[in-house]
């Protein structure tokens, strides 16, 4: 089968197009040709960094998280999928899984689910990463009606699908961004923008909840913006966040009585745990979304499978607005 593979990891490393030997199915797996796949910014740090980061696979290595396509065969012990299936999910593309950067892969049916039938296949590969990551931030959280939430970085892949979510959910939903083009995606689903470069954490936080702070905040950004999160986050209130790689002082933390939860979605993936999980949260993805509900922002920009560097560095060069797909 064609696929585009990594001989070498490290700053601008090309991909190259190789005939490979196409998957058969195994116990518990399904084979999907893929339709489209989606880059995450998790990709692209495996393209540069290679084995510094734990979950990179060995070389040459097919990347390649997300993808959406149909069945093409079931292996034994797999009962909820048949050939002919439109599926998506997020599956291989680390460790010793192979990615969907390739005509064909083999998925444990755990990890995916059907296909939203109001999606095209381009919108449903934007969605497994960044929706599972926005669905458990929020459900860890308590997400609910009567909940004022604020998601820091709501224009971004995890930050737009976790402001429709927290609406879906019942919740009055704020977001920060900046500029026309993020405070206008931001606004396109229902939040209340914040212009974080233009307000003070404690302005919009009187303006917005009587200077208590939110109930909820889910921070997309990270780093050191998670001290930020925290001095807008109320009492007893739950911050989600999906970046923590840093030593942080959590005295703020200590005295509002906050509970902090770290979001990485890749642990099923990694390590065989509750594989079963994502599965299902996809399958209420897509039901979210014919729902009408739930729909994610596409970069203008397309790819073919060729043109995989491409998409990588669109995504690595901040110019793109909304998730870089790959078709096939």
């Known amino acids: 089968m064609k696929s585009m593979i990594l001989n070498a990891y490290g700053e601008g490393a090309a991909f190259e197009p190789a005939d490979i030997p196409a998957p058969a199915a195994k116990a518990g797996h399904v084979v999907v040709r893929i339709a489209a796949t989606s880059v995450n ?24 998280m997300d993808f959406a396509g149909t069945v093409t065969e079931v292996g034994e012990g797999v009962s909820g999928f048949a050939v002919g299936d439109e599926v998506f ?19 444990d049916a755990r990890l995916i689910a059907r296909k939203p039938k109001t999606l095209s296949m381009r919108e449903a590969a934007a969605l497994p990463l960044v929706g599972i990551t926005a669905f458990e931030g929020l459900q860890r959280a308590g997400t609910g009606a009567g ?89 007893n209130a739950h911050v989600s966040t999906t970046v923590s790689l840093l030593e ?14 770290v979001v990485f979605m890749l642990i099923p993936m990694l390590y065989d745990h509750k594989r079963q999980d994502h599965g299902d949260i996809l399958a209420k993805l897509a039901d979210i979304a014919d729902a009408g509900a739930l729909r994610p922002v596409l970069d203008e920009m397309r790819f073919g499978l060729s043109d995989a560097g491409a998409a990588h560095d669109r995504l690595t060069g901040g110019k793109a607005i909304g998730k870089v797909v790959i078709e096939l």
């Open 41 to 64: 910014t998790v990709d692209t740090m495996i393209r540069q960094m290679g084995k510094d980061l734990p979950l990179s696979p060995d070389l040459p290595a097919v990347l390649g």
């Open 89 to 107: 999910g997020c599956a291989g593309g680390l460790a010793d899984l192979q990615g969907a950067l390739a005509e064909f892969m083999v998925a």
């Open 147 to 235: 909940k004022k939430v604020l998601v820091q970085g709501g224009a971004g892949g995890v930050g737009h699908l976790a402001i429709q979510l927290a609406r879906h959910f019942g919740a009055e939903v704020y977001a920060t961004g900046t500029g026309d083009k993020q405070m206008g995606v931001i606004e396109g689903f229902g939040a209340t923008g914040i212009d974080f470069m233009a307000e003070k954490i404690a302005d919009y936080v009187a303006r917005h909840t009587d200077g208590a702070g939110f109930d909820i905040v889910f921070d997309t950004v990270g780093g050191s913006n998670l001290t930020n999160s925290f001095e807008a986050a109320a009492l």
């Open 248 to 261: 942080l002082d959590l005295t703020p933390v200590h005295f509002k009585g906050l509970s902090l939860h």
